[in-house]
Protein backbone atom coordinates (compact mmCIF):
# COMPACT_ATOMS: atom_id res chain seq x y z
CA UNK A 1 0.00 0.00 0.00
CA UNK A 2 1.25 3.34 -1.06
CA UNK A 3 1.18 6.59 1.53
CA UNK A 4 0.80 10.12 0.88
CA UNK A 5 3.71 11.46 -0.73
CA UNK A 6 4.78 8.56 -2.49
CA UNK A 7 5.52 8.91 -6.08
CA UNK A 8 4.38 6.48 -8.49
CA UNK A 9 3.79 5.49 -12.66
CA UNK A 10 0.45 5.16 -13.92
CA UNK A 11 0.86 3.41 -17.51
CA UNK A 12 -0.58 5.88 -19.92
CA UNK A 13 0.33 9.20 -17.57
CA UNK A 14 3.38 8.97 -16.12
CA UNK A 15 4.70 9.52 -12.98
CA UNK A 16 2.92 11.39 -10.23
CA UNK A 17 2.26 12.07 -6.57
CA UNK A 18 -0.07 10.35 -4.21
CA UNK A 19 -1.74 13.67 -2.70
CA UNK A 20 -4.28 11.50 -0.67
CA UNK A 21 -6.34 8.30 0.19
CA UNK A 22 -10.05 9.07 0.63
CA UNK A 23 -13.06 6.99 0.58
CA UNK A 24 -15.91 7.51 -2.28
CA UNK A 25 -19.24 6.00 -2.42
CA UNK A 26 -19.36 5.33 -6.21
CA UNK A 27 -23.40 3.37 -7.55
CA UNK A 28 -23.68 2.39 -3.56
CA UNK A 29 -20.10 1.02 -3.36
CA UNK A 30 -17.94 2.04 -0.86
CA UNK A 31 -13.90 2.11 -1.81
CA UNK A 32 -10.98 3.63 -0.72
CA UNK A 33 -8.75 5.80 -3.84
CA UNK A 34 -5.36 7.39 -3.69
CA UNK A 35 -6.02 10.64 -5.23
CA UNK A 36 -2.80 11.11 -7.70
CA UNK A 37 -1.75 14.29 -9.07
CA UNK A 38 0.86 14.69 -12.02
CA UNK A 39 3.16 17.55 -12.10
CA UNK A 40 2.93 18.18 -16.13
CA UNK A 41 -0.70 18.77 -16.35
CA UNK A 42 -2.31 19.18 -12.72
CA UNK A 43 -4.29 16.40 -13.68
CA UNK A 44 -6.26 14.64 -10.74
CA UNK A 45 -7.12 10.62 -10.82
CA UNK A 46 -8.47 8.94 -8.08
CA UNK A 47 -7.51 5.39 -8.48
CA UNK A 48 -9.18 2.99 -6.18
CA UNK A 49 -6.83 0.75 -4.26
CA UNK A 50 -8.04 -2.51 -5.19
CA UNK A 51 -7.35 -1.49 -8.93
CA UNK A 52 -3.78 -0.29 -8.81
CA UNK A 53 -2.35 -3.65 -10.18
CA UNK A 54 -4.43 -4.35 -12.39
CA UNK A 55 -3.86 -0.87 -13.73
CA UNK A 56 0.00 -1.33 -13.88
CA UNK A 57 0.32 1.51 -10.84
CA UNK A 58 4.13 1.14 -9.38
CA UNK A 59 6.78 3.21 -7.92
CA UNK A 60 9.45 5.46 -9.88
CA UNK A 61 12.33 3.60 -10.28
CA UNK A 62 15.21 4.27 -8.27
CA UNK A 63 17.70 6.94 -8.61
CA UNK A 64 20.41 4.22 -9.34
CA UNK A 65 17.97 2.44 -11.77
CA UNK A 66 17.47 6.11 -13.46
CA UNK A 67 21.06 6.50 -14.15
CA UNK A 68 21.46 2.94 -15.58
CA UNK A 69 18.80 3.66 -18.16
CA UNK A 70 19.96 6.41 -18.94
CA UNK A 71 23.47 5.01 -19.58
CA UNK A 72 21.65 2.13 -21.96
CA UNK A 73 19.30 4.42 -24.04
CA UNK A 74 21.44 4.21 -27.06
CA UNK A 75 21.29 0.32 -27.37
CA UNK A 76 17.00 0.49 -27.48
CA UNK A 77 16.00 -0.70 -30.52
CA UNK A 78 13.33 0.58 -32.95
CA UNK A 79 9.84 -1.73 -33.33
CA UNK A 80 9.83 -3.29 -36.65
CA UNK A 81 8.46 -1.39 -39.72
CA UNK A 82 4.38 -2.15 -40.21
CA UNK A 83 1.13 -1.23 -41.37
CA UNK A 84 0.29 1.89 -39.46
CA UNK A 85 -2.73 -0.11 -37.45
CA UNK A 86 -0.44 -2.85 -36.41
CA UNK A 87 1.96 -0.73 -35.34
CA UNK A 88 -0.31 1.39 -33.26
CA UNK A 89 -1.52 -1.36 -31.67
CA UNK A 90 1.53 -2.44 -30.80
CA UNK A 91 2.79 0.75 -29.55
CA UNK A 92 -0.30 0.82 -27.12
CA UNK A 93 0.20 -2.41 -25.92
CA UNK A 94 4.31 -0.66 -25.13
CA UNK A 95 2.76 2.04 -23.65
CA UNK A 96 0.17 0.09 -21.41
CA UNK A 97 3.00 -2.30 -19.70
CA UNK A 98 4.54 0.89 -18.15
CA UNK A 99 8.03 -0.41 -18.26
CA UNK A 100 10.58 2.14 -18.91
CA UNK A 101 12.45 0.31 -21.74
CA UNK A 102 9.28 -0.17 -23.76
CA UNK A 103 8.00 3.66 -23.39
CA UNK A 104 11.64 4.75 -24.82
CA UNK A 105 11.38 1.86 -27.67
CA UNK A 106 7.94 3.60 -28.86
CA UNK A 107 9.41 7.29 -28.11
CA UNK A 108 12.92 6.21 -30.42
CA UNK A 109 10.59 4.30 -32.91
CA UNK A 110 8.20 7.03 -33.83
CA UNK A 111 10.60 9.93 -33.82
CA UNK A 112 12.67 7.55 -36.37
CA UNK A 113 9.53 7.35 -38.29
CA UNK A 114 8.84 10.88 -38.09
CA UNK A 115 12.35 11.99 -39.39
CA UNK A 116 12.30 9.31 -42.24
CA UNK A 117 8.52 9.65 -43.50
CA UNK A 118 6.56 12.28 -41.44
CA UNK A 119 3.84 10.92 -38.77
CA UNK A 120 -0.48 10.57 -38.70
CA UNK A 121 -1.78 12.93 -36.27
CA UNK A 122 -2.46 9.72 -33.94
CA UNK A 123 1.52 8.69 -34.28
CA UNK A 124 2.21 12.14 -33.31
CA UNK A 125 -0.17 12.72 -30.45
CA UNK A 126 0.90 9.08 -29.33
CA UNK A 127 5.01 9.73 -29.38
CA UNK A 128 4.08 13.34 -27.41
CA UNK A 129 2.10 10.99 -24.52
CA UNK A 130 4.93 8.74 -24.75
CA UNK A 131 7.84 11.42 -24.62
CA UNK A 132 5.61 12.96 -21.06
CA UNK A 133 5.12 9.33 -19.63
CA UNK A 134 9.10 8.33 -20.30
CA UNK A 135 10.42 12.29 -18.99
CA UNK A 136 8.40 12.43 -16.31
CA UNK A 137 9.27 8.82 -14.54
CA UNK A 138 13.20 10.24 -15.31
CA UNK A 139 12.44 13.96 -13.83
CA UNK A 140 11.00 12.45 -10.75
CA UNK A 141 13.75 9.47 -10.16
CA UNK A 142 16.74 11.91 -11.32
CA UNK A 143 15.19 15.16 -9.43
CA UNK A 144 16.71 17.10 -12.67
CA UNK A 145 14.33 19.54 -14.33
CA UNK A 146 12.02 19.06 -17.42
CA UNK A 147 13.82 20.37 -20.03
CA UNK A 148 17.28 18.75 -18.98
CA UNK A 149 15.73 15.11 -19.21
CA UNK A 150 14.25 16.51 -22.43
CA UNK A 151 17.54 17.20 -23.96
CA UNK A 152 18.71 13.98 -22.39
CA UNK A 153 15.82 11.98 -23.90
CA UNK A 154 16.76 13.85 -27.42
CA UNK A 155 20.41 13.05 -27.20
CA UNK A 156 19.89 9.45 -26.94
CA UNK A 157 16.61 8.27 -28.50
CA UNK A 158 16.08 10.94 -31.01
CA UNK A 159 19.47 11.77 -32.85
Given amino acids: MYQIGDQVVHPLHGAGQIEDIVERTIDGVCATY ?3 TFARDETRLFIPLASCDKLGIRPVCSRAEAEE ?8 TCGADKGW ?6 NMLHLRSGDLHE ?3 VVKSLAARDRERGLSAGEKKMLVSARQILESELCAALERSPEEIAAIVDQHLCV
Fill in 34 to 36: YAL
Fill in 69 to 76: FVRGMDGI
Fill in 85 to 90: NQRYRE
Fill in 103 to 105: VAQ
